[in-house]
């Protein structure tokens, strides 16, 4: 049984910092491809940042320079490092692992950019 568990959402101040993690389990962690993505209700999901299995990266443009992706292998954990936070960074946050045309969504977590 695959699974992805989100934490480290809350509510940040503009310009704060938040670090989410997703922990796997029930899948080969080292042979995915992961991926953080957001969705605001009635908008499509986008992605933010993925990291490939060679430990390459790709961020959207809206958060490159502010957000870092990372994998632990060793942990079966994915993060996102998130910096000078903006409002508009509000958002459910989803991680993602796919390989082999399967992909594995984690159930959220909320960040929210608020003073």
């Known amino acids: 049984q695959v699974q992805l568990v989100e934490s480290g959402g809350g509510l940040v101040q503009p310009g704060g910092s938040l670090r989410l993690s997703c922990v796997a389990s029930?899948?080969?962690?080292?042979?995915?491809?992961l991926g953080w993505y957001r969705q605001t209700p009635g908008k499509q999901r986008e992605l933010v940042a993925r990291?490939?299995?060679?430990?390459?990266?790709i961020y959207a443009d809206s958060v490159k320079g502010r957000f870092t992706i990372s994998r632990s292998n060793a942990k079966n954990t994915v993060y996102l490092q998130m910096d000078t936070l903006k409002p508009e960074d509000s958002d459910t946050y989803y991680c993602?692992?796919?390989?082999?045309?399967?992909?594995?969504w984690g159930q959220g977590t909320q960040v929210t950019v608020s003073s």
């Open positions: 993602n692992a796919r390989a082999w045309g399967w992909s594995y």
């Open positions: 029930g899948i080969s962690f080292s042979s995915y491809t």
């Open positions: 990291i490939f299995v060679g430990f390459t990266t």
